[in-house]
């Protein structure tokens, strides 16, 4: 890379990486200063919460953006405006040699792949379920070529029941993946709600942990209204409420074994854990909730579930103080790291962690090792 190719905040790709359509993120506030990957790491890099797609669904969203069926629906909205980026469309479907080489020069060991937001469960049941299968073969595919570079969850279609169920299984035995992820509501419905209770059931029965990824909320009009229906607010918001419905519908109780994982540092949740035990009473063993559904008694409290269910990683946040807090007060062992490729890839945040004033064993387990158990590489 010549000089003259430099930004002027003296990189080469600034805090948005190959990201062109995004533009150049002022390097303001808390961003990370200019600095160099560490290529000797003691530590191979898993980043857990990378973004991929496949042509075909993003057509699938045009078209139903076009019909004018569900114009409510932000997430499917958003979908529309990430198709209309060829760029950031070239990026996420390459998840072949251009990834990978994208991959070496970040010193990235190994990506996990998520099928990007708004995924299949905004489409009809019999459309999103046959691209969920279209989706997992291709990237079983993918894994297959780079065993030692890629892995994937698989994508499933919450909508159709029964589907979703199968895909799960053949997902998980057949093609091998590495567990499963939903892009958090569907059409405005949650897991926690009865119907999908056989999805849940699915998912610990394959040992599949699944990864929460956010959607803009259903109905996002204030958040759009104001700029906020992503990262500033939507996105957090929607798994906040997924996240908490998960734990006050009893799923973790009724399934010990199904494990969950939320990107961006929890969502903010891990900062609330005290407040949320104080105020459980609020919601728990309180009659008619979910539409009339009787009274569900947690066996513990909130906190409790994000010590042995919940795992969290740092997805766009390179930011040592709110990766050490969830550390102390999760633990250690529950924090994974993520980059969130494409849509940020500054190789300066990734030199942030190897300057992450943490021991040597807690940051194995940080970049690879949590990874690697949680998600049974």
């Known amino acids: 890379m010549e000089s003259d190719d430099l930004l002027p905040d ?13 533009g150049t993120h002022a390097r303001i506030g808390l961003a990370p200063p200019p600095a160099k990957i560490d290529k000797q790491a003691p530590y191979k890099r898993i980043a857990t919460e990378e973004a ?21 629906d932000a997430g499917l909205r958003m979908g529309g405006m990430f198709a209309g980026m060829p760029e950031t469309q070239r990026l996420l479907q390459d998840i072949g040699p251009g990834r990978i080489a994208h991959m070496d020069e970040f010193g990235i060991a190994r990506q996990l792949l998520l099928l990007t937001a708004p995924g299949v469960q905004c489409l009809e049941p019999e ?47 057949d093609l091998k993946l590495a567990g499963a992820v939903l892009n958090s509501h569907f059409r405005g419905h949650y897991l926690d709600e009865p119907a999908y209770e056989p999805i849940i059931a699915a998912l610990a029965e394959n040992d599949a942990a699944l990864y929460i990824h956010p959607t803009a909320p259903y109905y996002g009009k ?22 908490m419905g998960l734990i006050f519908s009893g799923a973790f109780d009724k399934y010990p ?17 005290y407040r949320f035990d104080w105020m459980q009473n609020n919601a728990d063993g309180v009659p008619g909730l979910r539409g009339g559904q009787p ?17 969290v990683t740092t997805s766009g946040v ?23 490729y494409p849509y940020q890839q500054a190789p300066d945040e990734v030199a942030a962690y190897d300057r992450l004033s943490i021991s040597d064993e807690h940051k194995m387990m ?12």
């Open 52 to 72: 991929w797609t496949i042509p075909e669904l993003t057509e699938a969203h045009v078209r139903l953006i076009e019909s004018g069926k569900y114009p409510e």
């Open 318 to 340: 390179g930011w040592e103080p709110g990766i050490k807090f969830c550390m102390d007060v999760l633990g250690p062992e529950r924090v994974l790291y993520a980059m969130d």
């Open 127 to 173: 459309e999103g379920t046959a691209l969920a299968r279209l989706a997992n073969d291709r990237l079983a595919e993918a894994c297959a070529r780079y065993p030692d570079r890629l892995s994937g969850c698989l994508a499933f279609q919450p909508q159709d029941v029964d589907g979703a169920v199968a895909e799960i299984e053949r997902g998980m035995k």
């Open 366 to 377: 940080l970049m690879q090792t949590n990874a690697e158990k949680v998600f049974r590489f």
């Open 257 to 273: 074994n199904f494990r969950l994982v939320i990107g961006h540092l929890g969502e903010c949740l891990p900062l609330h854990l």
């Open 10 to 22: 003296g990189t080469p790709f600034g805090l948005r990486g190959y990201a062109y359509e995004r």
């Open 295 to 311: 009274a569900v008694k947690l066996k513990h409290p909130v906190s409790w579930y994000f010590h042995n269910n919940i795992w």
């Open 222 to 243: 204030p958040y759009s209204d104001r700029g906020f229906f992503g990262a500033l607010g939507g996105f957090p918001h929607d798994v906040w409420l997924h996240t």
